[in-house]
C-alpha cells in the first residue's frame, strides 16, 4: 500500500488496524466512517449488478457452521498453508511465501511440502524475523479456518466460514424448492469470510477477517447463458497458455474468448463480462485490471477451471491483486453434501421427449440369503445391486453369480437375486446441478478503488490530494457548506442539506474551519460536489435578483453559481 | 413462534435452521431470499433513522477480537450464565431457565449459583431431557463467548464479539479525531454479534449468531439532546417501579417521562422516542410494544440504567421479547479502556470560562530517594503522589511525612518530595465520555414484524395468508405478473417490469401457475401491490382506446385498471 494512501486511510476514516490501544490485532482492520460508506456503496451496486440486475436470490447464512459440512466440502482436509517454524525464535512463517520472496520462483503455493523444505535448503534462506537458518526445518500443512467450539460439555466444534458458499450449498435442497426447480438459478450472499492466515500483509491484501459477495450460479450441463447482453464489453484475458508463453494480455469480448477457445465455461465468460462493467462503475481503472487464468496448479481443491481478476495496486504495474475469482465449480460440492448427508441434492430434469431407459435391479430373496449369510446379507446385497449394474451379463449367463464375501467367494443362484433388465420410458432424470461462481473480495475491492482513485494536484500553489470516487461510491453526493460560521449562514445552509436529503441525495454537512480547508477536506474523501451557501444565497447581495450558491466540482476546482431553487433537481 | 410463522417461513423462504442437512445446527438461522430482504430492508429503515437521520457515523470492525479487549471490557469474567449439567444424560442446561419453568419465579437471572441450587433442592426439579433428580448438582458459571485461536502456534485467543460495541469503544481514540473531538457524536455499526447460548430455544428469539445495530452515543455530563424533536411521539412506558406495584404500562411523552421522573435520562428518553417512530415505520403493532425498565438485578455489569423495548410475539401479550435495549452506560467502558490500555480515551471539555484550578504535585528527589530506599523507591513515589492529593496539609504541617513501605513505615523529609500546591488557570479539562447505547437484534425484529404482520382472511370462499408488511420492508414494491404464460403477454409484462425497475421500483416477476396461486404467493410474501399484464395491455381489447393494467391491493385485495403510461409514477 502506498504510503499516502496509508497516510490518508488513518487521517481520514478510510480503514485501520482494529485494536490499536492494544498494540492492533494483526490481519483484523476496522473500516472507518468514511470506508465503510465506501464499502457499502460497493455492495450495493454489486447486488444491482449481481442480485437484481439478474434476478437472483440472496440469503444470510450462519458464519459459524458445523465440522460436518466442511467435512463434506473438503476443507478440513485441504483448506491448508504451509508453514514453518522458526527454531531460534519461534515465529511462524507461510513456506510457499519464503521462497517466492527468495528465489526466482513466482508461484510456489502448488508445490508439495518437500520440494519447499528443498527449496529452502538449497537457496540458504533464513527466517525473515530473525536470520536463523532454516535449513532441514519441517514445513507442515496448517489449516487456515479458525475453531471454536458450539455450545457447552457436550460441545461440537464449529468452523468460521472460509467463504460464505457453503452456506448455500448445504441448504440448496431447501433453495431449490425456492427457484421451484427451475435452473438456472443464482443465489447470492455478502457476508464475513475468515482465513487464519500464518502472517498476514501489511493493508487490506491479505486478512484475517473480510468481507465477501459471491454468486453460486446453478446450471444444467448445456445450459447457456445470454452472451448477447455482455457483446459489448472489452476484457482484457491473460490465459494459461499466454502466461506459459510470457505473452501480454489480449483485448477481446466475451463472446471472442468463447468463440477463440481461450475461455471454455460460456459462463465464466458471461460474468467477465458482468464483472467488467461493475469494476468500471465502482472506479476501478480498466488498464489496471486483467483476467488471468489459473494455472493448473494454482486451482482450489474444489475447481476444475478458474480466473482471476486482478487489479494493479502497485505503481508500476508489478503488483496485481486478485480482487474476484470466477470459479467453475463442477458439482463437486453438490455431490459432496449428496454423499455425505441424507438430503437430496439433485434436481429433476425433464428429457425434451420421453426417453426408453434401461433399468437394471436387484431385489434378492432374503429369506434364503438372510440365513445364509447371516451378518453379511446386507453387505452382499450392495455387491449384488453393484454387480449387476456393471456387468448384468454375469446375471444372464450363468445360473450363478460369485460375490466376495469376507475372506473368499461364494456363489448365488441367479434366481435368489431377482435379477431384473427392463426398459421403462422415462419423462427425465436426477441430476446434480454444476455451479459457476464469481466470489468477490469487497475489501480488496475498496483497496483497489481507492489505490486507483487518490491523485493528486496543484491548486493555488499548493499540492492537494483527491479521491476521483465515481459518485456511485463516494461517501456522499453532495457537500453542503456555509461560506462561514455566521450571519445566519449556517441555518440557511442546514436548510439547503435538508431539502437535498428530502430529494434522497446523501448529503455531508461541515461548518467548522476556513473554507478552502473544508474543500480540501472533501476532495480528499471524495465527494464529488460542494454546495457552498453564502451572502448571495441570503439574498443580500445587491447586483443579483436570484439566490444563488455555488457549486463547486472536486476534479476541476471549477465554482459556478446556480440558483438555489434549481439546485436539488440539477443535482439529482 | 407460531406454528403458522413456522410453516410460512419454510415454505417461503423467510428463515429455516441452518444445516438441515446435517441434523440443523441449533442456534443457527439461515435467511431465505424473501426473509434475507426484509431483514435488509430493515437494517436501511434503521440506518435511516439512527446513522443518516442523526447525523451520526458508521463503522464497521472486526467480529473477532483480541482477549486484552474483552478482559478490559469485563466480558471474560462476567458474562456469563448459570449452566447444569445432567449427571445423567449429560445434557447441559440453563439454572436460571429451570427455576423459572418450574417454579413461581419470574426473573432469575440475577440470582447467584448458590441460591438456584437451593431452589433445585427444594423444588425437587427434574431435568427437562431425561427426568433425573438435579438436587445436588452443582451449578456453575459459563461464559458465552465462543473463543478461538487467532495464528498458528505463538497463537494468541480471540472472542468472536458478543455485542459490536466493544469494537467502537477500544478504537475511540481514532474515532474522537474524525468527530474533531466535539461531542456530542454518534457511532453506529451493524453487524454479527454472537452469544454461545447453553440451550437456544426455537425460533429467531434466542439464537447463538445474529446481526445486531447498535449506536454509542458519546456525551459530556449536562450535554442534552433536541427532546422537542419527539414531543409527537406517545410510549407505553412501564418504569421499575410500576412492576413493582404490578401497573400495567402507562402512555406518555418522552418529555413527560422525563418531567414526571420515570425515565432519568433524556437521552434515553429521546432515543425511546426515536425507536417508537422506527418500529411503526417497519410494521411493529403499537398495540404489541412497551418499554420496560430493567430491575436491578436484571441489569448488565456495564449499565447502570437500561430499558427495553418488548414486543409481544405470543397470542395473548403474555410472551414478551427483548428486541432493544436502550443502556446507560456511563463511563464504564471508555474508563476500562482507558485503564487497561496505553491510550487516551477522555476528551478535552472547555471550560465556559477559565476556572483557576488548584493543582497539587510531589516531584522527588530520587537523589536522596534512590539510595534510601533501593527498589522501593518506584514506590514510594506513587504514595507521595497520592498522599499529596489526599492530604496535602501533612506536607504544609509538619517537616517529614510518613509513608508505608512494605514491613512498616518510614518518615521522608518535607523537602525531599517537591511537594508544591499552586492555583492555576486552566481553560478546560480531560473527561471520560458518557455512553448512552440504544441496541437493536434485527433478527428478533424481523421475528416480531412478521409475528405482526401475519393475518388470514377469506378470499372467493376460501382461506388466504398474507403478511401486511409495510411497503418500506416488503420484499418487494410491486409484482408484475403476465396473466397467462402466451400470446406475448409474459413478453409485455417483462418489459413493463423493466420499466418500472429503471424508475427505482424493487419488482418481482413472475408468470408460472394460474394467476390466483401467484397472488395468493404475493400475499404471502407481503408485496403489497400486483400489476397484471393481460389482453387489455395489449390493446386488443375493442371496448377501450388505452393500454391498461389491473393493479390489484394485497390488503383489500381490490383491482382497478389503470393506464400502463400512468403506471410508473403512480407506483412511485
Not at 484475517?208 to 448477447?228: D, H, V
Not at 434366481?415 to 480488496?444: A, M
Request: glycine fraction near 10%; aromatic fraction near 8%.
Amino acid at each position: 500500500m502506498s504510503q499516502s494512501l496509508r497516510e490518508l486511510a488513518k487521517r481520514r476514516g478510510l480503514f485501520f488496524i482494529s485494536q490499536g490501544s492494544y498494540g492492533g490485532s494483526a490481519g483484523f482492520y476496522t473500516f472507518g466512517p468514511v470506508g465503510n460508506e465506501v464499502k457499502n456503496n460497493i455492495v450495493e451496486e454489486w447486488r444491482d449488478v449481481f442480485v437484481r440486475g439478474l434476478g437472483n436470490m440472496e440469503i444470510d447464512a450462519p458464519t459459524v457452521m458445523k465440522e460436518d459440512v466442511f467435512q463434506a466440502s473438503g476443507h478440513v482436509d485441504t483448506f491448508d498453508d504451509m508453514i514453518l517454524e522458526c527454531p531460534n525464535c519461534g515465529r511462524s512463517h507461510r513456506g510457499d511465501h519464503l521462497v517466492e520472496d527468495e528465489t526466482e520462483l513466482e508461484e510456489a503455493e502448488g508445490l508439495p511440502t518437500e520440494k519447499i523444505e528443498e527449496l529452502v535448503e538449497e537457496n540458504d534462506i533464513g527466517c525473515p524475523s530473525c536470520g536463523e537458518a532454516l535449513a532441514g526445518v519441517e514445513v507442515s500443512e496448517f489449516n487456515l479456518m479458525f475453531d471454536t467450539d458450539i455450545g457447552p460439555g457436550d460441545s461440537e466444534t464449529g468452523y468460521l466460514r472460509p467463504e460464505t458458499a457453503q452456506g448455500i450449498f448445504v441448504d440448496f435442497p431447501r433453495l431449490k424448492q425456492y427457484a421451484r426447480n427451475q435452473l438456472p438459478f443464482g443465489v447470492a450472499q455478502v457476508g464475513r469470510g475468515y482465513r487464519n492466515e500464518i502472517s498476514p500483509r501489511g493493508g487490506l491484501s491479505r486478512v484475517r477477517e473480510f468481507t465477501m459477495a459471491e454468486l453460486e450460479q446453478f446450471i444444467l450441463e448445456g445450459q447457456k447463458p445470454e452472451l448477447s447482453e455482455v457483446e459489448d464489453v472489452t476484457l482484457r484475458i491473460l490465459s494459461r497458455e499466454m502466461q506459459e508463453n510470457g505473452e501480454t494480455p489480449a483485448d477481446m469480448t466475451p463472446v471472442e474468448a468463447v468463440e477463440d477457445g481461450v475461455v471454455e465455461s460460456e459462463w465464466i465468460a458471461y460474468f467477465l463480462g458482468r464483472a467488467q462493467t461493475f469494476y468500471e462503475r465502482i472506479g476501478i481503472h480498466p488498464g489496471r485490471l486483467r483476467f488471468r487464468q489459473h494455472q493448473a496448479d494454482e486451482l482450489s481443491h474444489y475447481a476444475s477451471d478458474c480466473w482471476d481478476a486482478e487489479t494493479d495496486v502497485g505503481s508500476e504495474g508489478r503488483d496485481w491483486l486478485e480482487v474476484t475469482g470466477f470459479a467453475f465449480r463442477g458439482c463437486y460440492d453438490l455431490k459432496k453434501h449428496h454423499e455425505h448427508s441424507e438430503s437430496d441434492y439433485t434436481v429433476f430434469r425433464e428429457f425434451d421427449e420421453p426417453r426408453e431407459v434401461e433399468e437394471i435391479s436387484v431385489d434378492p430373496d432374503m429369506s434364503w440369503l438372510g440365513p445364509e449369510l447371516g451378518d453379511g446379507a446386507e453387505k452382499a446385497v450392495e455387491r449384488l445391486q453393484e454387480l449387476a449394474e456393471s456387468e448384468p451379463e454375469r446375471f444372464e449367463k450363468q445360473s450363478s453369480v460369485e460375490i466376495e464375501n469376507g475372506s473368499g467367494t461364494m456363489g448365488i443362484p441367479v434366481d435368489k437375486t431377482g435379477f431384473s433388465r427392463e426398459t421403462v420410458e422415462k419423462n427425465g432424470e436426477h441430476v446434480l446441478p454444476q455451479v459457476v461462481e464469481p466470489s468477490f473480495g469487497i475489501g480488496r475491492l475498496v483497496y483497489s478503488v481507492l489505490t486507483h482513485s487518490l491523485d493528486t494536484d496543484e491548486v493555488d500553489g499548493e499540492e492537494r490530494t483527491l479521491l476521483r470516487l465515481p459518485s456511485e461510491v463516494a461517501p456522499a453526493d453532495v457537500a453542503v457548506l456555509p461560506l462561514m460560521d455566521r450571519d445566519g449562514l449556517t441555518d440557511r445552509a442546514r436548510e439547503v442539506a435538508s431539502t437535498l436529503r428530502n430529494k434522497g441525495l446523501e448529503v455531508r454537512f461541515d461548518s467548522s474551519g476556513s473554507i478552502g480547508r473544508r474543500y480540501r477536506r472533501m476532495d480528499e474523501i471524495g465527494v464529488p460536489l460542494c454546495v457552498t451557501v453564502d451572502y448571495g444565497t441570503l439574498g443580500e447581495e445587491e447586483e443579483t435578483e436570484k439566490n444563488t450558491v455555488t457549486l463547486r466540482d472536486r476534479d476541476t476546482t471549477e465554482q459556478e453559481r446556480t440558483d438555489i431553487s434549481e439546485l436539488a433537481d440539477r443535482l439529482a
